[in-house]
């Protein structure tokens, strides 16, 4: 049986797309074939995470919406790219990075109701035992269909007064759309943190399980998107803890 993830932050620059991608690269070395759809289309990136050059692909999610092919046609197998031997499979379906297709999508927009047919529809030609939907921050009709869709919601934060307010309120909406399961990753923490206080406090706060919290990691930094964590620094701690957070959200 499949599993649909969304990965989610109120705002922009939590670190969305470099944990949705390690999830990503942590079900495949465990053998399952894993789907990543990039719904930011507004600001799309983690195709930059897989080391996949944008100006390469032959059709993008935005094509798929706009009805230029079907949603098969916009995956990506990345299995053979990826500095790793994998047991399963990962699969892309990359946002357009062209300022023409980005400008058309804000001017026109789409039919969000295309989303749920091509989520299901790419389970099923691609056989996915998880597809990852990496989000646009924020809440928009996209952000609610993701949500209501999903299985599992994976809610990434970090320790800053605005991300506290705006967790707040994704909590609520996830909870009124009855998402199975939820949790909160807590990311980027300073050191002189005690990461315990921290996961302590931000359950306390929303009364949802906090499932990983990241501290900040130079070597997260000097990878700066330039490959996925996992899969470079298999050994680290923070490899550890990507495990376990896939593990919350998938078993």
Not at 82 to 98: Q, V
Not at 124 to 135: F, H, M, P, S, Y
Not at 153 to 164: E, G, S, V
Request: glycine content about 8%; aromatic content about 6%; hydrophobic content about 40%.
């Amino acid at each position: 049986m499949y599993k649909i993830v969304s990965v989610h932050s109120f705002r922009g620059g939590t670190g969305k797309s470099n944990t949705t991608a390690n999830i990503a690269a942590v079900l495949a070395l465990r053998g399952q074939r894993v789907g990543v759809v990039d719904t930011d289309i507004q600001s799309p990136g983690i195709h930059v995470l897989f080391g996949f050059d944008a100006d390469s692909m032959e059709h993008s999610l935005n094509d798929y919406l706009w009805g230029k092919c079907t949603i098969e046609q916009t995956a990506h197998d990345l299995t053979s790219r990826l500095e790793s031997d994998l047991d399963g499979a990962i699969f892309l379906i990359p946002s357009s990075i062209k300022p023409g297709d980005i400008a058309q999508v804000v001017r026109q927009g789409y039919d969000v109701g295309l989303l749920n047919d091509g989520f299901h529809d790419l389970v099923e030609k691609l056989n996915l035992d998880v597809l990852l939907i990496d989000t646009h921050p924020g809440l928009n009709d996209e952000t609610l269909l993701s949500i209501a869709v999903s299985d599992s919601l994976a809610i990434i934060m970090r320790p800053d007064q605005q991300d506290f307010q705006g967790t707040g309120v994704t909590v609520e909406v996830a909870r009124k759309l009855d998402v199975p399961r939820m949790g909160l990753v807590v990311n980027k923490v300073p050191s002189v943190f005690s990461m315990d206080d921290v996961k302590a406090r931000v359950e306390q706060i929303y009364n949802v399980p906090v499932l990983a919290v990241f501290p900040h990691s130079d070597e997260m930094m000097t990878l700066a998107s330039e490959g996925i964590f996992i899969l470079r620094y298999p050994d680290h701690p923070l490899s550890d803890t990507f495990r376990n957070l896939a593990a919350s959200l998938i078993d």
